[in-house]
Structures are given as C-alpha cells and as structure tokens.
C-alpha cells in the first residue's frame, strides 16, 4: 500500500515490496518504507543460517532509529527551516549507515553463528528540496525522469571495478562467473565507506530503490518501460516484482518506488 508525504509544494509517494523469488528457500532482503520520516531503504542480506537476514533488518530498523533520533534533536532549532541544511542530513545519512555496519560487524565477532553476515545498503531521504541517497553494496538506486531512466548509484562489486578498469567489457561481464562477487557492503569490516549523491528531483521523477534480484533479472529499458505505462505505484512494484520471477526469479527480488507527484 502507497504512501505519501508533502514536500514544497508538492508530494512523495511512496510503494514497496520484498519478495523470495522462485529459487530460494528464505528471503534475505528487508525493506523500509517511510513512517515518520520520508525515508526508504532497501538492503540486501548475505550468510548462511539465515544471518543475512538478520544483517539486512539490522540495517534497516538501525538506520531508521538514527534518523527518528536525530529528527528530535532537530525540533531545537525550530523556527528555522531545517530541510535547508543538507550538510545536516549528508551526515545523518552518514552516520547512520556506519553505525549499521559497525554494529553488525561487532555482533559477527561476537557470535559464530552470525560469522560472516552482512548486507547491501541503498537509503533515499527525500528533504522539501533536494533528496539524500546512501549506498554501499550492489543494490541500486535508479531515476526515471521522462522517458529517461538512468542508475545513480555504482555497484560495488568485483566485476564492477573490473569494468572500470576495462578488463571487461560490459557485454562480456553478462556471463562473468564471479559477478556477483560484492567487494563492499555492511559487516565486511569495522569501518565502511558510504557513497553518497545529492540532487534536486523535479515534478514527475520516479525514484526506484532494488535489489540485485531485480537488476540480474530484468534489463534498465524494461524497467523504463512499466513506470512509464503504469501510474499506480503499487501495481508498478507488483509488475517489476512478477517481470524478475518471470524472468527466473533466481534471488530474492525488493523494490521501492518513490514518485514526485503534484501537490
């Protein structure tokens, strides 16, 4: 079910959805729509015995308790207008997925049965003006502007820097053996470096926030193809959702979408 929220002069709403796919026996991935804040994270869980599962909830439910902290530290500067400060919500951002990482790296030391976990991380906050996006992992943040649909985020992934590197041509990394090979997420190590972008949205802009189960399923122009001739939030989710099943559905598929729409 959609939700929405006000911005400056008009709304976010937002829809979402996790789903197992057709080959695994648990889902790894957890999602967080916005409650309170205008917040949405997708992450994307790795280990075995369930423990990405528990890395990737982590995630989420610690990254949304920073920004509800936060946001009652903020109510002292009322009247002032704090959506303006984005060096404020850069760092919140921040902050809060390294404290993620941080504690999901200590419980993998502390416990055996967790040795190992971690989990993808994608996080969009969406301020009156302008939009924060954290990211750290393969899972991807794309925006569809028109009939325009570009990925914002970089995979950090092996074969990713092998294609930075030209050691692989993006045709031949399709059928690389080790493409899925993540060469930073949350949990790996006690520290993680998290990539952020700012940018300003515009009236109409469709934000869509995935798993890999989506894009190793599905192509961009595909993706392109269901926002732009599906209007419901909701049904586009289910549409994206059912394409990657369609598709195989070999990995747990999540996807968030958030749209500018009229006030």
């Not at 969009?124 to 302008?130: E, H, M, N, S, T």
């Not at 599906?230 to 598929?253: C, F, K, T, W």
Request: aromatic share 4%; net charge negative; hydrophobic share 35%.
């Amino acid at each position: 079910m959609s939700t929405s929220f006000p911005l400056d002069g008009v709304r976010v709403r937002f829809a979402g959805a996790t789903h197992i796919g057709r080959k695994r026996d648990h889902n790894e991935d957890s999602i967080s729509m916005p409650e309170h804040e205008r917040l949405a994270i997708v992450a994307d869980g790795m280990g075995g015995h369930a423990s990405g599962e528990v890395a990737s909830r982590l995630a989420v439910e610690l990254i949304n308790d920073h920004f509800t902290e936060t946001a009652k530290q903020q109510t002292l500067t009322w009247p002032y207008k704090v959506d303006r400060d984005l060096r404020t919500h850069v760092n919140r951002m921040v902050t809060g997925i390294m404290l993620a990482n941080l504690e999901i790296w200590e419980r993998s030391q502390r416990e055996s049965r967790f040795k190992g976990m971690g989990t993808t991380c994608v996080a969009v906050y969406f301020l009156d003006d302008a939009l924060v996006i954290g990211h750290v992992g393969d899972s991807r943040c794309y925006r569809a502007r028109g009939t325009d649909i570009s990925q914002l985020t970089e995979d950090h992934s092996l074969i990713n820097d092998y294609i930075r590197m030209k050691r692989v041509t993006p045709e031949e990394a399709e059928n690389w053996p080790h493409k899925n090979v993540i060469v930073r997420a949350l949990g790996m190590k006690e520290s993680v470096q998290v990539d952020i972008l700012t940018e300003k949205p515009h009236l109409g802009d469709t934000y869509l926030l995935c798993s890999d189960g989506l894009t190793g399923m599905i192509k961009d122009d595909q993706m392109q193809h269901i926002l732009m001739s599906e209007r419901d939030l909701d049904r586009a989710v289910d549409r994206l959702i059912d394409a990657a099943n369609e598709e195989g559905g070999v990995d747990n598929i999540s996807v968030v979408l958030a749209r500018i729409e009229a006030g």
